[in-house]
């Protein structure tokens, strides 16, 4: 029979048994439940990308259908080969003015000049010959005069939408007058003016108005330099 110091040493060894055993398990619930918790926020905190919102990142691109309209579908008020038609005519109207010589008539000379214009009454009293004394003398001097016209540059077109009176445009014409007298060159007159037509429904284009922009360098003679 077991003695009673046998009986305590068993006891003592079963409850150290057992608290390693409770030990062991409180390990193992730890463990597990950690290992819960980590899952279970990685699988809540590693949600997959979102897709770009509509419009984002590719809203700039040249693909973008609702962004601003390409400046070069406008229609432009002017298209090249209407302002070198408008051209043409500012420099034939101009020239001719400046070229007659002393056995012309009014009538027959201006006749072609005014259907290139409007046919208003101050382009009427612009495009005439000579009068009075200084005619006479250009006569007598059997006078003549070439002219010469350079488009410049052009200053402004404009589209009367509202009231419908079509397209203006005003450009710089620069004037060159060659005088003689008997055949003799007696010098050159250069001014810069500046000349407004305006389209008609045809496609025309026809002088409005002429207005003198510089003096330049008025009487100045060849051997000047001018």
Request: glycine share 12%; aromatic share 4%.
């Amino acid at each position: 029979m077991e003695s009673p110091a046998d009986n305590k040493r068993n006891a003592a060894l079963a409850l150290a048994v057992l608290g390693l055993l409770m030990v062991g398990a409180l390990v193992v619930l730890t463990l597990f439940n950690g290992d819960e918790d980590t899952s279970g926020e990685t699988s809540e905190g590693s949600s997959a990308p979102s897709a770009p919102a509509e419009g984002g990142s590719g809203s700039g691109s040249s693909d973008n259908k609702g962004g601003v309209s390409d400046a070069g579908a406008v229609k432009p008020i002017l298209a090249p080969a209407e302002a070198a038609a408008a051209h043409k005519v500012m420099s034939d109207y101009m020239v001719g003015l400046n070229t007659y010589a002393h056995t012309d008539k009014n009538a027959s000379w201006a006749a072609p000049l005014l259907v290139l214009t409007t046919d208003d009454r101050q382009l009427r009293q612009d495009t005439a010959l000579p009068t009075g004394k200084a005619w006479d003398t250009c006569v007598a001097a059997k006078c003549a005069s070439r002219g010469k016209a350079t488009v410049l540059r052009d200053a402004m077109v404009a589209d009367d939408l509202v009231n419908g009176s079509g397209i203006t445009l005003s450009s710089l014409v620069e004037v060159t007058a060659t005088r003689s007298e008997d055949g003799r060159n007696t010098g050159t007159e250069t001014n810069s003016w500046l000349v407004t037509v305006q389209g008609t429904r045809g496609g025309s284009w026809l002088v409005s108005n002429v207005s003198i922009y510089g003096l330049g360098n008025v009487g100045a003679s060849d051997q000047a330099g001018g």
